[in-house]
């Protein structure tokens, strides 16, 4: 069946926003400014940085807020009756989201936005491992082969990434490994936010849009009040301001109104990440969530193509092999492969297409302010 062209736009917004998401908090990592005591220095605050990105999640809310108002008004389909829920199951999935964000934009000043986005693959091995320890679920071989594929390609971008730096780069091979790490452990706060979502916020039928705007809200509060003692704690090499604390949100502010370049990638991240999980939710609804991992996988690939376009890395063909392990493992975990081509060759006509069941399920109320799709993970975040 050919796309209508809402569909295509929000494919194309999803990417586009996807993209723009890692390039902008790149480029503002990348980007020197005066500071609060006048001295120049490159704008290195991943914690002020998740706290605008939770501003964007709380948009979501809003939009969520604004599509309930329009179908009360007759303007849209009606939309479908929601559990009363207490707004505090949010916390816990806000904070391991709060941790998994804050955590990867520190690995970020430290490596390549291409591997940033590309380690972040390894979310399914700890996905899969933790829904095994809490949620009871049982792992078959093609979950298990995914995940093999998934660690080889995480190896195998780990290792470009030190023969890149190995051969003169931006970053020496300890900041590499060191950012690589950092990422790569982030993943585990954000499989714990999958599954803790699953197992807490599913059961309620909470709307996605409302689910992230209520993670953003709880996210950017909690954070907020975090940035007070981060201000006291001495961080080290692992500090990017001048006065070597965890975080300088005075600092940081500062820099963003000395240089509108900072101010606009701050802009464009905010934007981009209540666009994106807007678009996000849209296609998993539209299509199916095997869609929404094509276009990921896309995203990708551009982030690492304009990467090597705005000269931030050289090309590496062992980070292509990597990903393409990354992207064979993404499809086999989540059985894109193996029971597709099953159902192709051997049970053809026994049962109805679960992509059918699925549309024309979406096409009763409106996905975008129900809880219908409790299958995919609420909040998409960067």
């Not at 020197?32 to 991943?46: I, M, S, T, Y």
């Not at 002020?48 to 809003?62: P, T, V």
């Not at 954000?190 to 996605?208: D, G, T």
């Not at 802009?267 to 969530?289: H, Y």
Request: some cysteine.
């Amino acid at each position: 069946m050919a796309w209508t062209g809402y569909q295509i736009f929000m494919a194309l917004l999803l990417v586009t926003t996807g993209t723009v998401n890692t390039i902008s908090t790149k480029w503002a990592d990348k980007i020197e400014a005066p500071g609060k005591n006048g001295h120049v220095h490159l704008f290195n605050h991943p914690f002020l940085q998740a706290c605008f990105m939770f501003i964007g999640e709380f948009s979501c809310m809003l939009v969520y807020r604004l599509f309930l108002w329009c179908q009360r008004r007759g303007t849209g389909p009606p939309p479908a009756p929601t559990q009363n829920f207490p707004a505090i199951i949010f916390f816990l999935p806000a904070l391991c989201d709060m941790s998994a964000t804050s955590v990867m934009y520190l690995g970020l000043n430290y490596t390549y936005a291409s591997s940033y986005q590309m380690l972040r693959g390894s979310v399914i091995v700890f996905t899969g491992l933790l829904s095994v320890a809490f949620l009871r679920r049982v792992l078959v071989f093609y979950q298990w082969s995914g995940i093999s594929f998934i660690v080889c390609g995480l190896l195998l971008v780990g290792l470009a990434d030190i023969l890149f730096a190995s051969v003169g780069s931006a970053y020496d091979t300890n900041s590499i490994i060191t950012g690589d790490l950092l990422i790569v452990i982030a993943q585990v706060f954000a499989a714990s936010q999958f599954v803790l979502e699953e197992k807490f916020l599913y059961k309620h039928n909470v709307p996605p849009l409302l689910a992230v705007g209520w993670e953003g809200l709880f996210g950017f509060f909690t954070l907020s009040l975090l940035l007070i003692p981060m201000y006291f704690i001495p961080a080290g090499s692992l500090s990017g301001n001048p006065e070597g604390r965890l975080e300088d949100a005075i600092d940081g502010l500062i820099q963003i109104s000395n240089s509108w370049e900072i101010a606009l990638a701050v802009l464009l991240n905010l934007l981009s990440i209540a666009f994106f999980n807007f678009a996000g939710i849209s296609v998993t609804m539209e299509f199916s969530a095997t869609t929404r991992m094509v276009l990921d996988s896309l995203r990708t690939l551009l982030i690492w193509a304009m990467s090597l376009a705005l000269g931030w890395q050289s090309f590496q063909y062992l980070q292509i092999i990597g990903f393409i392990l990354l992207i064979m493992g993404t499809f086999v975990y989540n059985d894109v492969i193996f029971r597709p081509f099953l159902k192709k060759h051997c049970c053809r006509g026994e049962e109805h297409p679960q992509s059918e069941i699925e549309h024309s399920n979406a096409n009763e109320t409106s996905p975008l302010i129900s809880g219908s799709q409790a299958c995919v993970p609420v909040c998409a975040n960067n």
